[in-house]
């Protein structure tokens, strides 16, 4: 299994166990359980997943209740490699809001303390930040080459999602672009809150060496990007 990502959430209890988030290359998302007992570890993992549900009610469950699948994936279920995995809000209830981002879809699932998850959100990023994009100045064509690099969710709830795409500088000169694009989920649909350019200069190559990685700081109110070669 392919972890690319791995994302720890603080879980305090008797026992102290850790509970940690993972996600596959192959687009699937993972719950791991690391326990102590009697100074020797434990990991136990499995798939995000609903609760099962009884055989008898299953014919009769309506379709509101959404798919359990947790595989992340284009509408031809085309298995998507998870860019980012961001923890968002928990609940005085003890329910974590666990975010997803794919290539260009974007999922929330909510851990619930008894041990499982429900998907809540599977929406295409892609299509809205692309939409506003097109229209900037620097824009390369309406075909963009735009990428989903990175997420972080800040304490108002917002998405701040990484982009590049195929831009042009001031000199006319083709290269990668970057961009820290604000957005919120209203009702089941994404809006576009504010795209903000992020300046890098590499003139040594037309893109970063390394995918750049989001840091919040002051609980948000700055965000930091590294590119591996600068911040």
């Known amino acids: 299994m392919c972890v690319p990502y791995l994302h720890s959430l603080k879980q305090t209890d008797i026992s102290q166990s850790q509970l940690y988030v993972a996600s596959s290359a192959s687009g699937i998302l993972y719950r791991l359980n690391l326990t102590s007992t009697g100074g020797k570890y434990h990991l136990a993992s499995r798939v995000f997943s609903r609760p099962p549900v009884a055989r008898t009610l299953s014919n009769l469950l309506p379709s ?33 809001d666990i975010w997803a981002l794919g290539e260009e879809r974007i999922q929330k699932w909510v851990m619930k303390p008894d041990g499982w998850e429900e998907k809540m959100v599977d929406q295409n990023l892609s299509e809205s930040i692309r939409m506003v994009l097109q229209d900037s100045p620097s824009a390369a064509d309406s075909k963009l080459d735009l990428e989903l690099l990175d997420l972080a969710i800040n304490e108002t709830g917002k998405c701040i999602v990484l982009v590049s795409y195929a831009g042009k500088e001031e000199t006319g000169h083709l290269r990668r672009l970057y961009a820290l694009v604000q957005m919120e989920l209203v009702g089941k649909f994404f809006s576009v809150h504010h795209v903000k350019p992020v300046p890098y200069q590499n003139t040594a190559a037309p893109s970063a060496p390394v995918v750049p990685r989001i840091q919040l700081l002051l609980s948000g109110a700055i965000v930091s990007v590294e590119f591996g070669d600068t911040v």
Request: proline share 6%; no cysteine.
């Open 64 to 96: 509101f209740l959404g798919s359990s699948s947790s595989v992340l994936s284009e509408s031809d279920h085309v298995p998507q490699y998870i860019r980012s995995l961001a923890i968002g809000y928990q609940s005085p209830t003890g329910e974590r």
